[in-house]
C-alpha cells in the first residue's frame, strides 16, 4: 500500500437556484483534471435525495500532487465562476488504512 495516496472527499451544497449552474461547472472540472499528473480517480456524484448535494471522490498519488491540482487554473475558474451559488463546502483529506 501506498501510504503517499492521498482520498479527498469534497462535499458541496449548492444554493437550489443554482444546481443546474453549478453542475455544470463541476462536469468541466473532470476531463482537465483526470489529465493531471497523480490523478488517479476524480469521480462527481449527484445524492438521490438531496439534488443540491453533489461530492467529488479523489484519489492521488501524493498530497503534493493534489495541491498543484487545487491551485490549477480550470479549478481557479470554478471557484470565480460559482462564488456566490455554493452554500456550503467541506474538504476532507484521508489515508487509506485497510
Same mark, same amino acid.
Given at each position: 500500500?501506498?501510504?503517499?495516496?492521498?482520498?479527498?472527499?469534497?462535499?458541496?451544497?449548492?444554493?437550489?437556484k443554482?444546481?443546474?449552474?453549478?453542475? !455544470?461547472?463541476?462536469?468541466?472540472?473532470?476531463?482537465?483534471t483526470?489529465? $493531471?499528473?497523480?490523478?488517479?480517480?476524480?469521480? *462527481? +456524484?449527484?445524492?438521490?435525495?438531496?439534488?443540491?448535494?453533489?461530492?467529488?471522490y479523489e484519489?492521488?498519488?501524493?498530497?503534493?500532487?493534489?495541491?498543484?491540482?487545487? !491551485?490549477?487554473?480550470?479549478?481557479?475558474?470554478?471557484?470565480?465562476?460559482? $462564488?456566490?451559488?455554493?452554500?456550503?463546502?467541506? *474538504? +476532507?483529506?484521508?489515508?487509506?488504512?485497510?
Amino acid at each position: 500500500m501506498d501510504n503517499n495516496q492521498l482520498t479527498v472527499i469534497a462535499r458541496i451544497l449548492v444554493k437550489p437556484k443554482k444546481k443546474e449552474f453549478v453542475k !455544470n461547472e463541476l462536469l468541466k472540472l473532470i476531463e482537465p483534471t483526470r489529465k $493531471e499528473e497523480g490523478c488517479i480517480n476524480y469521480d *462527481l +456524484h449527484q445524492d438521490n435525495e438531496n439534488e443540491n448535494l453533489f461530492l467529488f471522490y479523489e484519489n492521488w498519488g501524493s498530497r503534493e500532487l493534489w495541491q498543484k491540482h487545487i !491551485n490549477s487554473s480550470h479549478i481557479s475558474d470554478y471557484r470565480k465562476a460559482t $462564488e456566490d451559488a455554493i452554500e456550503e463546502f467541506t *474538504l +476532507h483529506e484521508m489515508t487509506l488504512i485497510g
